[in-house]
């Protein structure tokens, strides 16, 4: 290599990297606040969405939610399954959620059948999806946002940020959740400000220990046409 074209190398490098920095840098030009007021843009936007939700575990003689894994949409609809505790039993169902009714296929059945979510302590998944009181509005709830570590997935870099959630709005997710209580929470972002993960802790029911619940999210943008059984 000449001389001439040494240099011409050594001036455009810079460039080059400047070019590859990606979504990243413009993420972190936001503060917390902007970051996570564009996340809950993002899943209100999104047509649909892969979410899990689970519980670390329940208090001995609790009725409530264990877990849940399915996809919501805007409909307002969710298509997965849930698994509750209830009489000191674990079961899991098939559940889709759909114009303000909840089918399931409750154990020993073969065959959906319409449930009152409340019985379980469970919400009404399909209104994980909204707006104004689903896990979205926990994004622009939270108070006292602190940024903390990035954390790696494989080849991704993701931000956090933590602060307290007040109970009236947990409870619009979980309804069990203690209203007149405060919960520890820390959301996960990509770099293009997509909410990838929350984790809640607090006192999830009544005169027992806290529960810790992660809710996760992927796919976006999944298109699912779901129906009433």
């Known amino acids: 290599m ?36 564009e996340a809950k843009t993002a899943l209100d936007e999104t047509s649909g969405v892969h979410i899990t939700l689970e519980a670390d575990r ?5 009725n409530g939610l264990l877990s849940a894994d ?11 399954d849930i698994q509750v505790t209830t009489g000191g039993l674990t079961a899991k169902a098939a559940v889709i959620a759909v114009d303000g009714t909840v089918y399931a296929v409750l154990p020993f059945t073969t065959d959906y059948a ?24 926990l994004l622009t709830s939270v108070e006292g946002i602190e940024e903390g570590d990035d954390v790696r997935r494989g080849e991704e870099v993701l931000s956090t940020f933590s602060g307290t959630l007040p109970g009236d709005v947990v409870a619009g997710v979980i309804p069990s959740a203690q209203t007149d209580a405060e919960f520890d929470t820390t959301f996960t972002l990509d770099d293009g400000n997509q909410l990838t993960e929350v ?21 976006y943008g999944t298109d699912q046409d779901i129906t009433a059984p």
């Open 199 to 219: 984790v809640i802790t607090g006192p999830f029911y009544p005169n027992a220990d806290p529960v810790t619940y992660t809710v996760g999210f992927d796919e």
């Open 114 to 137: 319409p449930i009152d979510p409340a019985d379980y302590q469970a919400p009404d998944p399909a209104k994980l999806m909204s707006g104004e009181g689903g896990l979205s509005s």
């Open 2 to 37: 000449n001389r001439a074209a040494g240099l011409l190398l050594a001036l455009l490098a810079p460039l080059a990297l400047a070019s590859c920095g990606g979504g990243g840098d413009e993420a972190t030009d936001l503060t917390p606040e902007e970051r996570l007021a």
């Open 70 to 80: 399915g996809v919501g949409t805007h409909a307002p609809a969710f298509e997965g």
């Open 58 to 62: 329940l208090p001995p003689g609790i």
